[in-house]
């Protein structure tokens, strides 16, 4: 079945990099106008999808404030249209610390943009693909969703939380014509990784150590992880929290 999005629209949150730019770019190869939104002014993956024949806009938006989000949101629907998809990306690159010693500062940041942020998204978004009938939205949480991370409360905290928020919300919009899921990711190879391990053979070799698949992941990998879940190919598939991980060993 091939998978096409022509004449849909979708919302891209962190679309400037990494997998957010991946996820915006595979939504625009399948026909989607694409609403890109980050919190730094940054052209490059709308001007990539123009360079496509496709059409994109960019939205600068905080997510962790109402006001950014809802305005986000109308202005994809004052553009384009409607809105049939979104991918909550967006993520905040908290600091490693054990549970003791992690500060306040960082907890509330966190929180702030990856667990805040996702359930404004959905708030806002909500009512706009309800009016088209049927859509799909895909939050991005992490391996830390699913198992616990020493070092890594606050991460693991906020990544599990989006998990339980993604099933009740697949719950309560089941019958409503929109799916909800969550794509999982392990280790990719993104700014923010490669920030983390390029001066670090050692980091490198920990992180791929850990999983069958010995290598960092691809944006591309879990973009396609999230074209499947929003395609008709997963029209039976609600409330997933689906792990793309190069075969992460649960604690």
């Known amino acids: 079945m091939e998978t096409t999005f022509k004449n849909k629209v979708a919302i891209v949150t962190g679309g400037s990099s990494g997998i957010g730019k991946a996820t915006a770019l595979a939504f625009a190869e399948k026909g989607a106008k694409v609403a890109v939104v980050d919190w730094l002014e940054n052209n490059e993956t709308v001007n990539l999808i123009k360079g496509m024949g496709e059409d994109a806009i960019f939205i600068k938006c905080d997510v962790s404030k109402s006001t950014d989000v809802k305005a986000m949101v109308a202005k994809t629907i004052s553009t384009f249209g409607g809105l049939d ?135 591309e990998e879990i973009a396609n992880a999230v074209i499947w879940m929003c395609s008709d190919e997963a029209s039976f598939v609600t409330g997933l929290a689906m792990a793309v991980d190069g075969g992460f060993i649960a604690q």
């Open 85 to 219: 998809y979104a991918c909550n990306n967006a993520c905040s690159d908290g600091m490693s610390a054990l549970t003791q010693d992690s500060t306040e500062e960082n907890w509330d940041k966190t929180i702030g943009i990856d667990l805040k942020g996702i359930r404004l998204c959905m708030k806002y978004e909500i009512p706009e693909i309800l009016k088209q009938g049927k859509g799909v939205i895909v939050n991005c949480s992490s391996g830390a969703g699913l198992v616990g991370h020493s070092g890594l409360p606050v991460d693991t905290h906020s990544k599990q939380d989006i998990v339980g928020l993604t099933k009740t919300a697949a719950l309560e919009c089941s019958k409503l014509g929109i799916r909800v899921n969550a794509v999982c990711p392990g280790v990719i190879q993104t700014p923010m990784i490669d920030q983390l391990t390029r001066t670090s053979e050692e980091a490198v070799e920990q992180f791929t150590g850990l999983k069958p698949i010995d290598r960092f992941g691809l944006p």
